[in-house]
């Protein structure tokens, strides 16, 4: 499906059109029909001979109505210009082709409406001359009247080939849906309707609104349920976790963590203009319309801040509005969480900063080397691309280069730590990250590099451990248990050794001693010597046995044994014997 929205000034006979193409009532309200006057928007839809299908948002000319205009044409991408033979180029043909232009569109077909009344082809010249001077460029023309049928065949003809030169949107892009429509059906509960513009939703999707969850409990598209509606589409959405007065036009249902929404944002205005910026302005986007400051920084480059955060994207395109002087300017969103100005020329210095910053894959990778360090979500949550070059670190994206900077800091601070705490063998994980100023400690361990590493939530060096007075007497302890793995230490010889209770601690925290019960210290690598002598004893065996096959006294048998039991190679029995797992 397409979907396309008319434009142009009032009574030019956009309704009319529409109804001539879909057979469709455009006009919904009867105050309209009364009136003979579109005040909202319009929905109608037609098959046409290709077998294509195309949607018709159908908004009002009349001044007044303006923000519908804007409501409806916001997320659509190509425009029906609609201009009446026998009236011409008018005041909101002017305002509507403003605001088109604005924002960028670049897909429009050209009606002369009304060739009964007169002969279109001055009208048709003087627009499509106009029209040339816009986004939109060259624009095919038609007359047509929707009274007589004239000149439709030629009309549904272009319209045919502007929907087949539209851009194919992304299905798989995350949905921004803005809402025009909110109702309730009974049976079925709140209803919203929009132009989906990418994406898909389907039935029991779940979409965020604001800052709760809703779930889509069935999808309508054109009148009729559908398993899913991928972009373009008009689509009907039934939701479920939500009454309908909490939601609005303006609205948008979002992919959940593909979107953030800001009320400060740094854009460039497209056409800089000639005269000094309102300081107060209204912004569109999509379906939305708030009141938003303006302060300009230099040249075109402008800081928002929005009455009410919008779910925006570097690279979306607004329409800000003056609504005194009656002026338009579209604004590219350039940065969705900007620095702030603090001092003196930082405006300014921002303003350059934006105007030198490439765009596309590019200005990811500069915006990244700005923030250097920045949730990956967030990141593309924000609309940039992942930069080539950028390293991930569990959900952290990292700027080219910082990596390997924040990890060549972490063996000063381990040396700073031990100078300070020698018996300790390095700090803690949280002392890394406080010394790096890191946003968490996941993304600390990530960066020990050998021959650092992490034990028991230190950052320690594997070389260098202890003190060397007590890497001495370990070395020395170390070597009789060399020659013999079972006989630990007494007490009096580890005291003459130099070994006291912190210094024995830091040579087991150290990985140079095993601890297995109270002052009985061995070797790392004892639990698999005893287990090999257990290995050779009949299973089960009793402790007496397991104190022979070690050759030890008591002292270190019966904690060993216990160790051994608490480490999981042996099992002990019901009658206290031992088998080993
Ligand atoms: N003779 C003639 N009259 C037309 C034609 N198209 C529309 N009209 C008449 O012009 C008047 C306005 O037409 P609409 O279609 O309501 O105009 P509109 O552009 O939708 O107006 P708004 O939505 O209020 O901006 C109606 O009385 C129509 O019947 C046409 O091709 N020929
Ligand atoms: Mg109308």
Redesign the pocket.
């Known amino acids: 499906m397409d979907v396309i929205a008319?434009a142009?000034?009032?009574?030019?006979?956009?309704?009319?059109?529409?109804?001539?193409l879909t057979g469709m009532e455009?006009?919904r309200w009867a105050e309209?029909r009364r009136r003979?006057?579109?005040?909202d928007l319009g929905f109608a839809w037609a098959t046409l001979a290709s077998g294509r299908t195309v949607a018709v948002v159908?908004?009002?000319?009349?001044e007044r109505f303006i923000g519908n205009m804007l409501a409806g044409i916001g997320p659509v991408p190509a425009a029906l210009m609609?201009v009446?033979a026998d009236d011409g180029w008018s005041a909101?043909t002017a305002e509507h082709v403003a605001v088109l232009d604005a924002l960028g569109v670049r897909h429009a077909l050209l009606a002369v409406?009304?060739?009964?009344?007169a002969d279109p082809a001055p009208v048709l010249a003087d627009a499509t001359e106009r029209l040339a001077a816009t986004s939109m460029g060259a624009v095919p023309g038609v007359a047509?009247?929707?009274?007589?049928g004239a000149g439709m065949p030629e009309f549904t003809a272009a319209l045919e080939r502007l929907l087949a030169d539209l851009p194919a949107p992304d299905p798989a892009a995350p949905v921004r849906l803005w809402i025009d429509r909110a109702f309730t059906i009974k049976g079925a509960g709140t209803v919203v309707t929009g132009t989906l513009s990418g994406g898909t939703v389907a039935p029991e999707d779940r979409l965020r609104l604001g800052d709760r969850d809703v779930v889509v409990r069935g999808v309508q598209s054109l009148g009729r349920s559908v398993d899913r509606a991928t972009a373009t589409a008009r689509v009907a959405l039934n939701l479920r976790g939500i009454a309908v007065e909490d939601i609005a036009r303006g609205d948008a249902l979002l992919t959940p963590g593909a979107f953030r929404s800001t009320a400060e944002l740094d854009v460039t205005l497209v056409g800089a203009p000639e005269d000094r910026l309102p300081a107060e302005a209204v912004v569109h986007v999509g379906s939305a319309t708030v009141g938003a400051r303006v302060r300009p920084l230099d040249g075109a480059a402008v800081r928002l801040r929005l009455g009410t955060a919008l779910p925006l994207r570097v690279g979306d395109r607004l329409l800000l509005r003056d609504p005194g002087a009656r002026r338009v300017f579209g604004a590219d969103v350039r940065d969705v969480d900007p620095p702030e100005l603090r001092r003196r020329g930082s405006a300014r210095q921002r303003a350059a900063d934006l105007a030198a910053q490439p765009g596309g894959s590019a200005g990811a990778a500069a915006e990244l080397a700005r923030r250097r360090l920045v949730r990956t979500a967030d990141f593309t949550a924000m609309g940039w691309p992942l930069p080539d070059g950028a390293e991930q670190h569990g959900p952290w994206l990292l700027a080219p280069g910082l990596a390997d900077s924040l990890a060549a800091r972490i063996p000063d601070v381990v040396t700073r730590f031990r100078a300070l705490r020698p018996l300790e063998p390095g700090p803690p994980v949280e002392v890394v990250r406080r010394a790096l100023e890191l946003p968490d400690a996941d993304l600390a361990q990530a960066l020990v590099r050998p021959p650092l590493m992490l034990r028991d939530g230190r950052v320690v060096d594997a070389a260098a451990a202890l003190p060397p007075e007590v890497q001495r007497a370990v070395d020395a302890i170390r070597a009789r248990l060399a020659a013999d793995p079972f006989a630990a230490p007494e007490a009096p010889d580890l005291v003459a050794a130099g070994l006291g209770t912190r210094e024995l601690a830091a040579a087991v925290r150290s990985g140079g001693l095993v601890r297995v019960g109270d002052g009985v210290y061995l070797a790392p690598g004892i639990a698999e010597v005893a287990r090999r002598s257990l290995a050779a004893l009949p299973q089960p065996f009793t402790l007496s046995q397991a104190r022979q096959a070690w050759g030890t006294s008591r002292r270190v048998a019966v904690p060993l044994m216990e160790w051994l039991d608490a480490q999981g190679v042996t099992t002990r029995l019901p009658d206290n014997t031992r088998r080993l797992r």
Do not use: N, W, Y
Request: proline residues 5%; charged residues 20%; without cysteine.
């Open positions: 008319t142009g000034h009032v009574d030019h006979g956009k309704s009319a059109l529409v109804r001539a455009p006009d309209e003979g006057l579109t005040i159908d908004v009002p000319g009349h609609v009446a909101q409406t009304k060739s009964d009344l047509v009247s929707a009274l007589t």
